[in-house]
Every structure is written in structure tokens, then in C-alpha cells.
């Protein structure tokens, strides 16, 4: 059965505002800009909105020459491509990696700083290559930036139906901040996929995403609750947590497009 590319989406801040797109380039470290970003504390832990919700508001707009911060009642805030990977470095923490990234400046760490009510900072992955993906489920060499642990992560709109058909309110695929949406699929067809075709890419699908509270948080409102993860658990909890997603490698770089074609190979 083939699909189709419904929605593409890079988070150029990890756990920040997506940003929708008609067409994504893949290169070495997965979709350009996704997640190249991060704001980290004074000892240079990751933040996310699972601490800190208010970040889900920050919204991130490319530009030729930078890209630009918004986020309620803060004046814009602009960081030029051109400094990305310029300043001083130093050793900040993803989970239970630890890599070298560069500063962004201290007028941007102000700017996050002020917002965000706690010290902080912004730093750009100048180097990816310093951290790998796991290679319990993926056999070779491949880098991944500021993502929670693989550089591609895949959702399917039939799946989403399927959820939402046992919950009382129905919710956006948002919550579970995909990188590429696909449509035209059976619920959870995408378990059985081990590589797929999507437009120019070939993807290697490594694992189920196992699901965190950040999708318990509605972005628009930053109210918590239960859902999506108490109807999850009922029936797609499995060894290393409540999956929905796939985890994939680009074994390919090239460009996706909205409407382009999803054979699984």
C-alpha cells in the first residue's frame, strides 16, 4: 500500500514551536535545522517544555540570514545564521549524551533567560557528529543533533485516528511533534515497515517512539492532563514504554515534498 506526505515539520529550538513546511531537505544529520538549537541551564543540562511549558510558545520563523524568536510579551528576538557555530563552546547535556556546542551570545541568553524565569542559555550543535544514534537499533555510523534520540521521527494519520476513536475528545497530531506526517495508511501499519521510500529519502525505521508527558501538555493552552497516555497505555504499551511513532535513520539525503509518494520497501 502506498501513502502520502501529509505534513512536513522542523523544531529548529528542540521543544520550542514547530515550523510547517512545503518541502524538507534531508542531510547528514536529518531534516535541515530540526533541532540544531537548545537551550540549556548554567551547567549546561538540556531544557525542555516538560519542565518548562512556556518554551512550547516560543515560535522559531526561518530567514535568509537567521532565524527569529517570538514569544508572548518579549520583543522579537533575532539570531543570524552567521554566528551559528562561532562562539565559545562548551560541553552541554542531552540525556545521557554529552557533546561540544557553541554559544549563541548573551543578548539571546538574556532574551530566554527573561522569558523563561530561570537562567539559561542558547547553544547551536556546531559539531552533531559527536553523538551518535543508539546503536542497539541501528547497526552503522550516524549522527543526530539536539533530538531526544534518532533524527527522523515518523507518524501516520490512521494511526492518530485509531487513538482518537477511544478517547472521549479527540486530539491534534501536534501533541506527538513528528517530523513527517503521512496519510492513506492502516493504523499502525507502521510497525511492520523496516525501510521507506518518502519522496527523494530513503528512511531506515529503527524503533517505536516511546511517549513521554510533554503529549499530556496541550501547546495551545499549557494545560496538563491524561491524554494522549492513559488511552496509549490501554493498548500500545510495550517493552520500553507507551509507543506512537517511529524512530527512522536517513540512509539517503534528498528532498520531501508535501503530496510525494510512501512506499514501505
Known amino acids: 500500500m502506498e501513502g502520502i506526505v501529509s505534513r512536513l515539520i522542523i523544531y529548529p529550538v528542540k521543544s520550542c514551536a514547530p515550523v510547517h513546511l512545503s518541502s524538507m531537505v534531508m542531510d547528514a544529520f536529518g531534516p535541515v535545522w530540526d533541532r540544531r538549537f537548545m537551550v540549556v541551564d548554567a551547567s549546561g543540562q538540556f531544557m525542555t517544555a516538560r519542565k518548562y511549558p512556556r518554551m512550547l510558545r516560543i515560535q522559531p520563523a526561518l530567514a535568509p540570514d537567521g532565524i527569529w524568536l517570538q514569544a508572548p510579551g518579549m520583543p522579537d528576538c533575532f539570531v543570524p545564521w552567521a554566528g551559528a557555530g562561532d562562539g565559545a563552546s562548551g560541553t552541554v547535556n542531552v540525556w545521557r549524551d554529552s557533546l561540544v556546542a557553541s554559544e549563541m551570545g548573551e543578548a539571546v541568553a538574556a532574551w530566554f533567560s527573561r522569558y523563561l524565569e530561570a537562567p539559561c542559555r542558547l547553544v547551536f550543535a556546531s559539531d552533531p557528529t559527536r553523538r551518535q544514534v543508539d546503536r542497539q537499533w541501528f547497526d552503522g555510523e550516524h549522527a543526530v543533533s539536539f533530538a531526544d534520540g534518532f533524527p527522523v521521527l515518523l507518524v501516520n494519520q490512521g494511526s492518530l485516528a485509531d487513538l482518537n476513536a477511544r478517547m472521549a475528545k479527540p486530539l491534534e497530531m501536534a501533541r506527538f511533534r513528528a517530523n513527517i506526517e503521512v496519510e492513506g495508511f492502516n493504523a499502525f501499519a507502521e510497525d511492520g515497515w523496516k525501510k ?70
Open 196 to 265: 521507506v521510500q518518502v519522496g527523494g529519502v530513503t528512511l531506515q525505521v529503527c524503533k517505536p517512539c516511546s511517549r513521554c508527558v510533554l503529549t499530556t501538555i496541550n501547546p495551545a493552552t499549557l494545560e496538563r492532563g491524561v491524554e494522549p497516555l492513559q488511552s496509549l497505555a490501554a493498548y500500545r504499551r510495550q517493552e520500553g514504554g507507551v509507543m506512537f511513532g517511529q524512530n527512522a535513520v536517513p540512509l539517503t539525503g534528498g528532498m520531501i515534498v508535501l503530496g510525494d509518494k510512501v512506499v514501505s520497501c
